[in-house]
C-alpha cells in the first residue's frame, strides 16, 4: 500500500475459519454472503446492513460459509476514521449501502483506474466515519441499545446485557424501551434477526438452518415458528418468492 493512500478491493474468502492482525486499518462492507467475526472481545456479523472497523494491530477472527463477497478498504493510519468506543461494528446507511454497491460493480468492471479508486476509497471512508459517529457518539440509552442488537444479535444475547449496554438497570430499561419504541426489547431484537434471516434467504442460497443459526435463532424450527408468529409466513415461502 502507498503511503498516504487508500486501497480498495472485493473479495471473496474460502469457507472456514483464520485468525490475523496487520499493521494499517481495515474496514469491511458486506456485498453478498455472511461474515462472522471476533474483534477483541466484541463479536458480530458482517452481512446485510452490518460492517466492521478493524483498528491496526488489532487480533481478529473470521469464518465464512458459501459463497461471499465483501468490499474491504485498507487505510494507513492517518486516512482512518476514528475507532467506536462502543463496538467496532456499525450500521451501513442507505447512502453507504449504494457507494457499496456501486464499488462492487467498478470493481469487478476495472474501469475505475488508480485515480478513480482513490477518489471512490475516499468517498467510503467519510461515509464509514459518519456511520460510526452515528453508531457510537451522541446516542440516547435507547439507540445505544438498538445498536448492540444489530451489532450482536446472532450472539445469545440477553436483555440484562443490552441493558448494562445501554447504562441501565433491566426494569428502567424495559420501561423506557417501550416507552420510545412501542416494542419490547425481546420483539425488537426477533425483527431483527428476521429482517436479516429474510434478506438471506432472498439474496443467498444458503440452507435454512444454517440461516437460522447465523441469524441469532438456536434451530431452524426456531426461526420458521417466529416467522410464521410474526409475519405470517416461513423460510420455504419466503425463498420461493409467495410471500
Partial sequence: MQSGRM??????YREGEDAHSHGFHQAVLPVDGVMDLTVGDAGGSIAYRQGVMIMRGARHVFRTRGANRFIVLDMLPGAAPPASQRSPFFDLDETLVQLTRYASGELV?????????FHLAALIAGKIRRCLAASDGGLG????????????????????QVARAAGLGV???????????????AEMLADIRLD???DLLGRTRLPIAEIALLVGFSEQSALTRSLRRRRGTTPRALRRGDA
Avoid: K, N, W, Y
Avoid at 439507540?143 to 444475547?157: K, P, Q, S, T, Y
Avoid at 426494569?171 to 426489547?185: A, K, N, V
Fill in 7 to 12: 486501497r480498495l478491493s472485493l473479495r471473496s
Fill in 109 to 117: 468492471s476495472g474501469g475505475l483506474g488508480a485515480e478513480g479508486e
Fill in 141 to 160: 440509552p435507547i439507540d445505544r441499545a438498538i445498536g448492540v442488537m444489530r451489532a450482536r444479535h446472532a450472539e445469545r444475547l440477553t436483555m440484562a
Fill in 171 to 185: 426494569s428502567r430499561f424495559h420501561d423506557l424501551f417501550r416507552r420510545e419504541t412501542g416494542r419490547t426489547p
Fill in 196 to 198: 436479516c434471516a429474510e
